[in-house]
């Protein structure tokens, strides 16, 4: 159990255009999402939690107005790239965790956003 | 704040010999502790949680690891490793609040 599933695995799109991207608990239900990035040899840097239900609580330093998070069920979350550009370009992870707290946290297996 | 320490960026061993990953961290509050293992181009996967119920924690892959209170630490180790462990490696404590603070990771490389 604690599958964690995320769409698209890969994406290439053009500057300027808006790219969005879902993770989904398969066969759990997520009281608490997370997005990560991740730089190419580094570790991974915690966007923002988003909770079912409410506004996600973004890190210090990330643009809210662009990485737009929606969690409207349980199972699913949604990041969108808004009028992406180059250095956007990067491999996002999302996480799911069951519970509270210092519960564990279930992987998705990341996209790889490619902005031309 | 706490923060984590992975000592050495890079760790190459030979098949069959013995794997040790160096994570310290420092925090006032003992923390629960994670290891997640990522392969390249994927997502992480849990290697093993401790959460006080024992020091010694055995996780999948014959990993296990130990937590050290008065050096602040959780090692990895694997007594034999092979090929298949070539991986990149995380340490993340976490503290009351159910944030993972992430190390830099540890790339393992195993030599035939």
């Known amino acids: 159990g604690a599958v964690v599933s995320q769409h698209p695995s890969r994406v290439i799109c053009k500057s300027g255009t808006s790219v969005k991207i879902e993770c989904r608990s398969l066969?759990?239900?997520?009281?608490?999402m997370f997005w990560y990035r991740q730089f190419p040899k580094q570790s991974l840097m915690l966007m923002a939690t988003?909770?079912?239900?409410?506004?996600?609580?973004?890190e210090q330093g990330v643009e809210k107005d662009k990485f737009l998070i929606n969690h409207a069920s349980l199972t699913l979350s949604t990041l969108t790239v808004t009028s992406a550009h180059p250095e956007d370009s990067s491999f996002y992870i999302c996480?799911?965790?069951?519970?509270?707290?210092?519960?564990?946290?279930?992987f998705g297996p990341g996209t790889r956003l490619t902005v031309l | 704040a706490q923060s984590v320490t992975q000592l050495g960026s890079h760790v190459s061993v030979s098949e069959g010999a013995l794997v040790l990953l160096r994570c310290n961290y420092s925090?006032?509050?003992?923390?629960?502790l994670f290891w997640y293992v990522q392969y390249p181009n994927q997502g992480l996967q849990l290697l093993l949680k401790?959460?006080?119920?024992?020091?010694l924690v055995k996780g999948i892959n014959g990993f296990e690891a130990e937590f050290k209170k008065s050096e602040t630490s959780f090692h990895l180790t694997k007594p034999s490793a092979h090929m298949s462990d070539a991986a990149e490696y995380f340490c993340?404590?976490?503290?009351?609040?159910?944030?993972?603070?992430f190390g830099q990771g540890t790339e393992l490389s195993v030599k035939p």
């Open positions: 996480s799911a965790r069951k519970g509270q707290g210092t519960d564990t946290q279930y």
């Open positions: 066969d759990f239900q997520a009281t608490t």
């Open positions: 988003s909770n079912e239900g409410s506004k996600a609580t973004y």
């Open positions: 925090s006032s509050v003992p923390p629960y």
């Open positions: 401790y959460t006080s119920a024992a020091t």
């Open positions: 993340a404590p976490t503290p009351q609040g159910g944030k993972l603070i």
